[in-house]
């Protein structure tokens, strides 16, 4: 099993005797340049996270800085956030292991301690030295033993849970979430159910201009341009009084926008910036208030009209310009509007073309129907059925045209992995795609079929050992993931970093 990093207790020494967190410390001196005591960057199980020398927190920033400059990574500004993410998530991992430790009422045994303080105390031969021990400031010493003790709490309950590749008897991990062997051996031939396909790939933004033409001219006034101004408050009785104002001429449109709006919708002069009709239409609460819009007169003010999370009164300053869809702007405005609000009218185009398609592909075969229809053939090499595409098997290349997220698609990995051999799927619904595939390939081509025993012995030991690496990797990020999504976390990281921490 793989030991996590975090917990090891040479990196968390290591950290008393670096110099990088006196280096980081002071580069960061507040909004106003002072060097003043941050904000706690958090808490968990109301225990603060403090960036302080001696700090976890700070410790952990000074181990993280040195890992990226080994790596030959620059400190600026990008990488320093990242460092100080990485220990601040590190800190709150401690945090949580240390309290399910110290309850169930484990206490570090002092010979524990003194055998992992020898190692810093250790000459050239690697042998313990009184001389170096003695000659060290005692605060220094005591800091290491507190650092060691702190350590071994939260290294217990990681080594508990995950093992540790130092507590190993004979081949088996001495601690540790254990496997079966019909699990082991259930996830070693999780490879060997694949599948491999063909896909005819329609792509979407390949929607014809003239029915984009057609569907433009059918729905000619959702494109109509308003001149037109608002007024917006957020409470009705104010938007009234608003209005009342303007009626009784004590104040001007312009003045009441200067005065009172808001500028949800606008410009500063309170112009709508988004002033086509659907647009229009998408701001009011009572779609029926569109014709009030449409029917109002140049230079005349509506009643209050209810918009979204306000309220708002308008005035129309010219005449609705009417599109013309010969011209580009009014061509790209059809073509936003038909991504954003038809998809599903494009999807249909496109299944209809796909049933064609499947039809022609049973009179002949797939590959002579994707030639005589243009059609884009598409080879899926073979996959087993792996949702997320998690590390512990292969997975889907969603680098493929068309399977961009497809291994998270359900109806999909479930359409294929249902399918006959050399049967045709109904037209799916891919990422901006619609796709028809046919399952042509169980993923056993490829296998070697004179692998010799010493080989094969070989083989089958790396292949346990990649399967419990990754046994050991899911686990972890699974208990990283519920810690930090804990009830007990607060996370102020991102408002403390970026309001003290930024020059």
């Given at each position: 099993?793989?030991?996590?990093?975090?917990?090891?207790?040479?990196s968390?020494?290591?950290?008393?005797?670096?110099?990088?967190?006196?280096?980081?410390?002071?580069?960061?001196?507040?909004?106003?340049?002072?060097?003043?005591?941050?904000?706690?960057?958090?808490?968990?199980?109301?225990?603060?996270?403090?960036?302080?020398q001696?700090?976890?927190?700070?410790?952990?920033?000074?181990?993280?800085?040195?890992?990226?400059?080994?790596?030959?990574?620059?400190?600026?500004?990008?990488?320093?956030?990242?460092?100080?993410?990485?220990?601040f998530?590190?800190?709150?991992?401690?945090?949580?292991?240390?309290?399910?430790?110290?309850?169930?009422?484990?206490?570090?045994p002092?010979?524990?301690?003194?055998?992992?303080?020898?190692?810093?105390?250790?000459?050239?031969?690697?042998?313990?030295s009184?001389?170096?021990?003695?000659?060290?400031?005692?605060?220094?010493?005591?800091?290491?033993?507190?650092?060691?003790?702190?350590?071994?709490?939260?290294?217990?309950?990681?080594?508990?849970?995950?093992?540790?590749?130092?507590?190993i008897?004979?081949?088996?991990?001495?601690?540790?979430?254990?496997?079966?062997?019909?699990?082991?051996?259930?996830?070693?031939?999780?490879?060997a159910?694949?599948?491999?396909?063909?896909?005819?790939?329609f792509?979407?933004?390949?929607?014809?201009?003239?029915?984009?033409?057609?569907?433009?001219?059918?729905?000619q006034?959702?494109?109509?341009?308003?001149?037109?101004?608002?007024?917006?408050?957020?409470?009705?009785?104010?938007?009234?009084?608003?209005?009342?104002?303007?009626?009784?001429?004590?104040?001007?449109?312009?003045?009441?926008?200067?005065?009172y709006?808001?500028?949800?919708?606008?410009?500063?002069?309170?112009?709508?910036?988004?002033?086509?009709?659907?647009?229009?239409?998408?701001?009011?609460?009572?779609?029926?208030?569109?014709?009030?819009?449409?029917?109002?007169?140049?230079?005349?003010?509506?009643?209050?009209?209810?918009?979204?999370?306000?309220?708002?009164?308008?005035?129309?300053?010219?005449?609705?310009?009417?599109?013309?869809?010969?011209?580009?702007?009014?061509k790209?405005?059809?073509?936003?509007?038909?991504?954003?609000?038809?998809?599903?009218?494009?999807?249909?185009?496109?299944?209809?073309?796909?049933n064609?398609?499947?039809?022609?592909?049973?009179?002949?075969?797939?590959?002579?129907?994707?030639?005589?229809?243009?059609?884009?053939?598409?080879?899926?090499?073979?996959?087993?059925?792996?949702?997320?595409?998690?590390?512990?098997a292969?997975?889907?290349?969603?680098?493929?045209?068309?399977?961009?997220?497809?291994?998270?698609?359900?109806?999909?990995?479930?359409?294929?992995?249902?399918?006959?051999?050399?049967?045709?799927?109904?037209?799916?619904?891919?990422?901006?795609?619609?796709?028809?595939?046919?399952?042509?390939?169980?993923?056993?081509?490829?296998?070697?079929?004179?692998?010799?025993?010493?080989?094969t012995?070989?083989?089958?030991?790396?292949?346990?050992?990649?399967?419990?690496s990754?046994?050991?990797d899911?686990?972890?990020?699974?208990?990283n993931?519920?810690i930090?999504?804990?009830?007990?976390?607060?996370?102020?990281?991102?408002?403390?970093?970026?309001?003290?921490?930024?020059?």
């Open positions: 099993m793989k030991k996590n990093t975090a917990y090891t207790i040479g968390l020494i290591v950290l008393l005797i670096c110099a990088f967190c006196f280096v980081v410390l002071p580069a960061f001196t507040g909004s106003e340049g002072q060097q003043n005591k941050l904000p706690p960057f958090g808490k968990y199980n109301k225990r603060e996270i403090t960036y302080e001696d700090s976890d927190f700070a410790n952990y920033v000074s181990q993280y800085g040195q890992m990226f400059q080994a790596y030959g990574q620059q400190l600026n500004e990008q990488t320093y956030y990242t460092v100080f993410k990485y220990a998530d590190a800190t709150v991992r401690k945090f949580a292991y240390e309290d399910a430790v110290n309850k169930s009422g484990y206490v570090v002092q010979a524990a301690v003194n055998r992992n303080m020898v190692p810093f105390f250790s000459d050239e031969n690697g042998n313990y009184s001389k170096l021990y003695k000659q060290t400031d005692p605060k220094t010493v005591e800091n290491l033993r507190k650092s060691i003790q702190s350590g071994l709490v939260a290294s217990r309950y990681s080594d508990d849970l995950f093992g540790s590749e130092e507590d008897v004979g081949s088996e991990a001495l601690y540790g979430l254990k496997e079966s062997d019909a699990e082991l051996d259930f996830l070693k031939s999780y490879n159910n694949k599948r491999g396909f063909q896909m005819a790939l792509n979407t933004s390949d929607y014809p201009e003239e029915e984009k033409l057609k569907f433009a001219k059918e729905n006034a959702k494109f109509n341009k308003f001149d037109i101004s608002i007024v917006t408050v957020e409470d009705k009785a104010k938007a009234q009084t608003v209005l009342k104002r303007i009626n009784n001429n004590e104040i001007t449109f312009e003045d009441a926008i200067s005065e709006s808001l500028n949800y919708f606008t410009n500063s002069e309170g112009k709508v910036t988004s002033a086509y009709q659907y647009q229009i239409e998408n701001l009011l609460v009572n779609k029926d208030d569109l014709a009030i819009l449409t029917d109002l007169a140049v230079d005349s003010v509506t009643d209050v009209i209810e918009t979204s999370n306000s309220f708002s009164i308008f005035k129309k300053n010219g005449e609705t310009k009417t599109p013309d869809f010969e011209i580009d702007e009014y790209d405005l059809v073509s936003t509007y038909l991504r954003n609000y038809e998809k599903t009218r494009i999807e249909d185009y496109f299944t209809a073309k796909a064609d398609f499947i039809a022609q592909a049973a009179k002949s075969d797939f590959d002579s129907a994707c030639t005589s229809m243009n059609i884009k053939n598409v080879e899926i090499p073979a996959f087993p059925l792996n949702y997320g595409s998690v590390a512990i292969d997975s889907l290349n969603t680098s493929i045209e068309g399977l961009s997220s497809a291994d998270t698609n359900e109806k999909f990995l479930e359409t294929a992995f249902n399918l006959k051999m050399n049967e045709m799927s109904e037209p799916l619904v891919l990422n901006g795609y619609v796709a028809v595939i046919k399952y042509t390939s169980d993923g056993n081509e490829a296998k070697a079929a004179d692998t010799n025993d010493e080989e012995d070989n083989s089958e030991d790396d292949n346990t050992a990649d399967v419990l990754n046994i050991s899911l686990d972890q990020s699974s208990a993931n519920y930090l999504s804990s009830d007990k976390l607060e996370n102020n990281f991102a408002e403390v970093y970026f309001s003290n921490m930024m020059n």
